[in-house]
């Protein structure tokens, strides 16, 4: 049975966080040696603005993965769902922390807790830190940084 609305339901605060990501980027992650293009992502809204896709691609098209988020009714906050090409999958829920958006996978292991920080430094550039936590979340330790640099809107 269809749900039909006068004007659309999927606007406000938590729209605008994810309007924010919307656009072609490349991925480069960060070591001491400087900065290696990893991949790139795409990011856009379907369903009316309700629905959040992501596509990625490395360079060498042996990694890919596509994600889907919606904004779930009960808390006001994005759950995005990602599948990889290898069959595998994970899901994250966001939250704002500051001015940093922490994605936290809440579908994994719970001796192995992974989240994302990230921070935009421009509009067109925003930094990833990966970070994981093996004592439920008491600390949390830096696996990896990713710059995402937008290459169009």
């Known amino acids: 049975m269809a749900n039909r609305t ?3 339901s ?4 938590a729209y605008d966080l994810a309007q924010r990501f919307v ?6 992650t960060v070591t001491d ?3 290696e293009l990893v991949g790139t992502l795409t990011s856009g809204f379907d369903l009316d603005g309700c629905v959040f896709i992501q596509r990625f691609r490395s360079v060498d098209e042996d990694f890919s993965f596509m994600s889907f988020g919606y904004v ?6 994005w759950l995005e ?11 994250y829920r966001w939250h704002s922390e500051g001015e940093e958006i922490i994605t936290a996978r809440i579908d994994g ?3 192995d807790l992974r989240r994302l920080r990230i921070r935009f430094v421009s509009a067109d550039l925003y930094e990833v830190s990966e ?3 093996t004592d439920g979340g008491g600390t949390w330790d830096h696996v990896e940084l990713t710059r995402t640099r937008r290459v169009a809107n």
């Not at 999927?10 to 605060?13: A, I, K, L, N, R």
């Not at 779930?72 to 906050?77: F, L």
């Not at 769902?81 to 994970?90: E, K, L, P, S």
């Open 81 to 91: 769902t990602y599948v990889f090409n290898n069959g595998r999958h994970a899901v």
């Open 10 to 13: 999927c606007t406000g605060p």
């Open 23 to 28: 656009g072609t980027w490349q991925e480069f």
């Open 33 to 35: 040696e400087g900065e």
């Open 131 to 133: 970070e994981r936590s």
């Open 6 to 8: 006068s004007q659309p």
């Open 109 to 111: 292991n719970p001796e």
């Open 72 to 77: 779930e009714q009960s808390s006001g906050q």
